[in-house]
């Protein structure tokens, strides 16, 4: 966007995204880091303070937040909740990860979409001067998630798949990658944005009481092979792609992933260690939604880091 159009925007953030909103604010002399009091009370309960919230009458203001784990929601909601109503001209929350985003299903009666719960959630966020909100997210599990959400938020659904791209065409093997998908569904997601790559969908099959990973359709013979998709969690789907990719004659396989979720460190099956085994992934891109998870994995092979910030900067002046 040209500079002189760039409107000033006030941003806050959850003490999480700080080193996040910090390269968010480096984009842009129009983006000004704000800070808040995180406290608590002594029975656990937030004591918050928004800082200078006298000086937001008539501003752009907006919200980084990480919605890591249930302990940190509550006392975000209550900051997010409580700043459009200072008389601010628009208000932008930045959710990068919409961590119930692939419970958005009842399979039977009496299963709980917890999707449908977060935007119900987010849809409460009272209106600001300038209308509803923005809400910001990158790949959101399933699309069909945007009208989950009410009137009162607008969702802005990005994704960190340009960065992926970037980083491909940087690679001395650029020429030999291969895109694989672990399912259909992630398929679905992102075959247009990555179409003038070649091609590899596996798909899951039960064989007794297992789920067995295949190749459906594809040949990754000879080539650097990423799988992408849009988060992680135990890995297990990854490694068994990776196997299988492997056995069909891949030269190397290398996975992308948004969020980075990894429950109970479950990355840590996927560092390269120094025993001379064979390295099952030659590279491991997340992006930085989840920041927990950005400090775990910081100098260890084969993660990679490609940040957000920049798309996070240019969403905030849409």
């Not at 569904?185 to 990555?194: M, P, T």
């Not at 990894?262 to 989840?290: M, N, V």
Request: some cysteine; overall charge negative.
């Amino acid at each position: 966007m040209d500079k002189s159009q760039q409107k000033q925007l006030y941003l806050f953030y959850c003490a999480e995204c700080e080193d996040l909103a910090r390269q968010v604010a480096s984009q842009s002399d129009h983006i000004i880091l704000q800070t808040i009091k995180w406290r608590n009370f002594d029975d656990g309960f937030p004591n918050i303070f928004i800082n200078n919230a006298q000086d937001l009458r008539g501003q752009h203001v907006a919200f980084l937040g990480s919605f890591s784990s249930q302990g940190v929601i509550f006392e975000q909601l209550s900051v997010i909740y409580a700043l459009p109503r200072l008389f601010v001209a628009s208000f932008t929350l930045v959710l990068p990860f919409f961590p119930t985003g692939s419970f958005e299903r009842m399979e039977e009666e009496g299963d709980v979409a917890t999707a449908f719960t977060m935007a119900r959630m987010l849809s409460n966020i009272p209106i600001s001067r300038g209308g509803p909100t923005s809400l910001v997210i990158y790949d959101i599990h399933a699309l069909q998630e945007r009208f989950y959400f009410g009137d009162h938020v607008l969702p802005l659904f990005e994704t960190g798949i340009p960065l992926l791209k970037q980083r491909l065409h940087q690679l001395s093997d650029s020429d030999k990658i291969v895109v694989a998908f672990p399912d259909d569904g992630a398929w679905k997601r992102f075959h247009k944005q990555l179409d003038h790559f070649p091609m590899v969908v596996c798909n899951k099959v039960r064989e007794g009481d297992k789920r067995i990973v295949r190749i459906k359709e594809g040949n990754p013979a000879g080539c650097h092979v990423v799988i992408v998709d849009d988060l992680v969690q135990s890995g297990g789907t990854l490694i068994e792609c990776q196997k299988v990719l492997a056995a069909h004659g891949a030269a190397k396989v290398s996975a992308y992933v948004t969020h980075g979720v990894f429950p109970k460190r479950s990355w840590e099956q996927f560092t390269h260690k120094d025993d001379g085994l064979e390295k099952a992934f030659a590279y491991f891109w997340i992006t930085d939604s989840c920041p927990l998870t950005v400090k775990a994995v910081a100098n260890k092979a084969p993660f990679e880091v490609l940040s957000l910030a920049g798309s996070i900067a240019d969403a905030l002046q849409t």
